[in-house]
């Protein structure tokens, strides 16, 4: 097997992120894709709870440094910052793939800071890591995401330079876990404590192997094997421990899941900001490869939408789908399919408390990565080697789609389509459309396009 | 000197085949530039095809050739050698060469070096390179790992590690700090030197090098101490902060020294882990004593030691607060309002010692303090919250703060007269209704429900039996739950398709095979490429089929057949060499479907379920073996015998009546099997239920004994079956009688590893011959080879015998023995085992009572979470009281450290929350286990803590069958202590009552729904 693709990618700092006694916490910035000098400033102001702020990082920081499968860790990457008025978003994501960390800090609670909007990535070495904890004590703080002109010309120390090798899957997966986030929605919840208490129950020494549920129980939650309607499905239970040192401190957590796909989201409320922790549907799963967004790029129906969609995007905090196609004059299912397309291109976020989009682009040079995708690029093969053949005159039903050394039996209904390759009958549709059955739609889309023309 | 000639390469290799190892060098470092530029590539052609990646067959000399003349290109594949196989005139060549040239790539070949996995460091030859001055000392994390691990090269020569920093101070001035600061992966940079702190093995391990090294002044020791406790700080190397607390600890910080230290240590309170907590607070502990450490700061950064999980930090931290408030009495309060915290803990010992320093701590009257206790009530456990109430009313005083906002959720119950023993129950509203719910029921429902011997008990004042559920009478054929047979070949194919990736549904299975018998001849004319994918899908290796199941595989042989033609000897490779089980009963099956399709005309099976859970109803069995017979259809005596054992309780007399019409030695057996008198067992000589016999005039030839043991076993599928005693296999297990399992649990001694536990089960009478023909004698599985492997495997043998689980229960206590001490496995699952105990008509006998009980107490995860949902499903419905569970642990507690009371602490802790029928289910649990230990194991603290606290919720006095041992706990610990207060519990009468009444009306509710159900089943 071929190493996997991998994207170079190098974080350039004009400092190192740390604590400065008497101050607060200065993060600093990387360049974006576009300019790799520049360092955006973003934002520098007081944080009412900097323990909440340190508790916080230091998960997201976690996250990213985590790994809970095979896949080989990777050293070195750093979370990514995202700016827009009231919000302040550190996104994370696991090296196995599987599991999503967000820290939202809103507007009330980061006083009148902002300086600048978009996002890069931050700094977080470990000798900054260390010093979060001593956030925990004390009044007020101040926080500085970046830095001005004037600080980074008189500041001193030394450049941090880190160049890191980013897998095509753990971009995808970056990007891909966004089209997951519409699709939840809020199935529990129960005080902090009480969250505590569950995630201290969770079997210790090896997670359960089978899928669990997670239902109401008293006032609090357990986990059960049985599978339950009330409850939330789960599997690599190990991952939620993430959040147990800082569950007892929160207000409350909700559990968000999604019963067709497996997701499940773990919100954690705190005084001025939450976290979400979404894990992917099993341990061995990362969020890469798992295809939900494939019927949807497959399709045609945002080609069109795409452009004004992005031609309104301004960082905003929120982006409401209804006023996006009132504004442009776009159906609303255009609308919300050009926002899925660039969920999957990293060019927004999901956030599901709000019911929308935000504007954010992933830092990372997504452009050059043409593998993201290939399963889709393999069905848009097999179309124009013309290897999809209908069984009958008319397109549209059955059609044969050519395999590696067999011609697979295709067919297109409403209640789901099927194929008879190998990847369709192990997952049965769970993990998205096989590439036959992308490659089928395409050409039928292609075929009532061209009558339609 | 290497030979001039470089334009012919030959003779320069020849050279360096030959040359002694000092020329050799001397000749590779003379070379100038333009030499090597030519020799490059046809040292490079040379070495490439030497096998360099082959530790074996590795050439040291060709090594040092391209160290000497190659670029980068070639360069970068060079890897430092292993010790294993290179001579002793090699050592240092490379060195010596990398050395002399400089080569403008060695910075990065350095990096690369240290970065690659190898068996052996290439630390040691960098650390050459870097005294040399040949390159400077990378910066990596990775130089700073890789000499830790080798020991700063220490490892492969005699010296001792202190040895050898000695002798590279340049590693004392820079590296050994940077040890502090790297952050590898795992979490762990001294994993090697956890356990390695021996002065005798101390030689090559990190620890007591640099605390030999501090005392002797060669490195600075407060640098040591503050870098440790830094590291710490930080947070990294969090799996291995076990090394940097004992390397602290053993440089024995001096007051100063500690004074100075005072901040990290109270900022380590916080750290993740229970360990470095606990650590900080041994040294806050003398510092506080000396009043040297803030105590302000120290009782602000208490509570976040108070709310860990675990016991040790929480009860240091309270330790620590007492010594404050000693010393500082002016933080008394504060102290007092930071131990509120520990009310939250979920150990009643911390809450019990919070308290005590409350009550010492706290003013005569503060609100804040009583605001704290109360908004923790709920937390606080049983045995604790009336001390804790209190405290918060007398602290609250005047001002009443301490009224909770849900004054009834912690208030006492409000008190009920005590019922008269033999008095109808007590007039409580919600147990009158269900009483006349339950009166309304029909009385047959009732009888199968149990629900009369719950009524009788209640009425006289006892506590109710154990409900023992009619299993050969309750009706399993419920609405809803109909298998639908496949109904096209497309759709055969699909699943058949889906069954080669998981075989984890056995229904799925059988549909599968009931398809290929109805629909297997059907040939359209696209036939070849509908089956396609499926034709190259099956001819894969076996291995690529699903998971590691047996099934999976004999299935892929079946569709071979269907496909190819039989396959005897494709199936033969997944029986043979296995002892009997399952599968092989499934391979001659499959024998039969091929055979019955190659015969004739195609019926489906006569073992298709019509009903999950593998159920046939027999209403529909008659008609399907009519039909067979009326289509001259073969008839496979395996087929037979699984439908037999697949025949549901519903509708019998239905299907008798309607089974009069069978004729033949089928008819008679049928009938036999759905319960007709007059009926003689009588079978053909030989054991073998042949596939031969199919397809010889189904209804008159002699059938087998094995399919006459079969219909005793569904006409009584728990009783004695009188007709068969007389019978030439009267005397096997399962013919005239169901057998008798008689366990033990044992720790077994094996030839390599340690002991492990183990299941010795009898039966009686023994089994008979373990042939395919007999699948109830291979369900029951020979120790050794106790598990039968995959989910997929298991499912397919609870379908086979489905109103009995007893013979895959045993295999599942032998898989549980496996894993009480492992934990989950994907290969050998374990908690697909206790599946069919979440039906309540599942009887819940000796077998079932030890794999639950095992299954509760693993570290199998998975076995522990679904042993929790059986059990609380076996309590809430009454089949499971709880002393059953106390006899299988006294049964097994007898096997020294075969059982952790911890675990069984911990189980009942996740129990009983449920409600009070699972309180009082624990409580028994515990009364038997506690009456059966005669000498109190060490860890007996926590199953006294648990049963305190049961006999504190329930109202309940301590049973005097528990007293003896509480009388032996001798000693004057906290475990003496314990027994001392749970020997003197008394019975609260009215909380006793209530609780008991509770109980009583949930398992009365319980049964109720389930009448219901067996109502809707019976007449649907």
Redesign the interface.
Known sequence: MAAAAQLAHTYRYPFASHLEEGWGLRLATSGTVEDRTANPYFFEGTVARPDELGDLL?LVSEVV?S?FYLPG?M?DLDPVVTCSEQALRFEGFSSCCGVYARADFSGEGLGSGLKGRGTTNVDFN??M???L??L??GGEARLAVGADEVRLTTAGGAVVEKKVKLPVRWLKGFTEVQSYLPRLTPRLEVPG?EAQ?FL??L????????A?WVVP???GL?????PANDGVRVLGTDRLRLL??LA?RARRLRVWGDEETGVSAWELTFETGRLWLTVSPDIARGFSGEGQVLADLAGSSWEGALAQVRALLRWQASLDAPAVAERTGLALAEVQAALAVLGSRGLVGYDPDLGSYFHRELPFDLERVEQLHPRLLAARELVAAGKVRWRSATPGGEA?VQ?T?????V?LADEGD?C???WF??Y?GERGPCKHILAARIALEGEDGAEGG | MAPKAAEDAGPFLAWVEAAPREELIAGLVALDEGRRRRLAKPVAQAWRASHPESWIHRDWRLDAAVAAVCAWSDARRLRTSTAYREPKEAEGVLLEVLAGRRPDWLERWVEQELAATQWTSAWPLVRALVRRGACPAPST?DYIIQMVRCRAGSWARDASLADGLRADPGLLAEEIWRTF?V?P??GNLFQYDEGEWHPGAGSKSWGPALVQLASEGAIDRFRLLEASA?AL????QIKGTGFHIRLHERLEPTLDEGERLAPAYL?LL???VDAVAKFALRQLAPLIEAQRVDGRSLV??IP?VL?R?TKGPAVAGLAALRAVVGRNPELAAAAAEAATFGL?H?EPEVQGAALSLIEAAAPAESAAVASSITTRL??VAASQRGRAQALATKLAGSSGAAAPADAAAVAPRAPRAVPDAKAPPPDLPDLQQLLARARALPDETRRLAGIDDLLAAFGRGEEPPPWAPPASELPRCEAGAEVAPIGSL?EL??VL??L???CEDSIEVERALDGLCRLGGERPPDFD??I??????VRQPASGF?EMSAISGLLASAILGWLDGPQPAGRLAYTLGRKPGPEHFFAARLDEVETRARAGPRCGLLAMPTHRGGWIDARRFVPRVREHLAAGSPLGELDLVQALLRLAPDGRAEALAAARELRGTIGQLVRFALGASGVEPAARQGWWAAVTSVGKGPADRPLSWPAWIAAARARRPFDAVPEMEATPVGAEAFAARPPVYRWQVRWREKKWGSPDPSVVIELDPPLGPREPSRPLALLCREQQQWSFGSTADVRFAQLVWPIDPSPTLVAGCGALCDRLFR????YT?T?VYLEPL?SPATPFGELAQLLAGLALVA?D??A???A??VVAQLVRDGRCRGDELGRVYGSIQRQQGLLKPGRVAEAIE?LR?HGSLHELACLRLLVELLATIEEPPRDLFHLLQAYHELLTASGSACDARVLPLLQRTGGSGKTARLAKLVAEAKCDETLHATRRDEAYAALLEERVGWARRIGEVASP
């Open positions: 230091l440094r790994r860790a050293r470990a000798a890591r260390g010093t904890g001593r925990r004590h404590i208490r201290r129950a079997p210790r020494g090896g997670s359960p192997k089978r669990a129980f008293q006032r357990r986990l059960t094997q049985r147990e040192p007892g044969m395999g050394s067999v011609e697979h039996r067919r099927r008879t390759c190998r009958s192990r049965q | 994390d600061e952050d992966t795992n830094e700080r930080r947070g990294i900022d916080a750290h993740r602000e950064r976040a709310q999980e939250g979920a709920d937390q497309d194919i699909d398709l889906a080669l990736e998981s490429a509908r396609a994918a499926l034709a190259q899908r699903g934990p989950s496995s994907a699952p908690a979440f570290q995860a998975d522990r979470t679904t929790l949902d996740q929350p």
